[in-house]
């Protein structure tokens, strides 16, 4: 079927591919790259700790929205092959990281108390985003968007200790 989609014979698929399954890594190789461009795309929405929580969500839902349908394949697969749990990991751990890095600055600039553990507070935090995601846009669970965005940016800022001021999500 992905060699006739192609346009191309079975041996000029196996020319590039030794399987199936090497071209499943590689799409799920590529859908991280392309996931992690997307998410960033999103407009920065001010300097505020409190906007780059919020921004950062939004980009995740953004892009876990357009790779939905791939997002839960990789989900499935990750159980069963070693080697796509461990692409799935690297990109949750470049998420986890670049959570860990803000939160280390904050705490820094003592917005954060020294006595949250930047590492599993990143952890916490990404997997509440993460299966949000999941639950919303692959499982089907109803929920809107800012009010998605708001709650969550609202949950990470509480564990935090940061301030957050509700508002009404453009």
Known sequence: DIAAAAGVSHGTFYTYFESKHELFREVVGTLVQDFIGQARSVPKLGHSPAARIERANRGYLLAYRRNARLMGVLEQAAVLDGDVRQIRLEARHAWVKRAEDMIRRLQEDRLVADHIDPYYAANALGSMVDR??????????????????????????AALGLEREPHSPA
């Open 132 to 157: 949000f995601a999941y639950v919303w846009l692959v499982l089907g669970e109803p929920f809107e968007e800012d009010q998605a965005v708001e709650t969550l940016t609202q949950l990470y800022c």
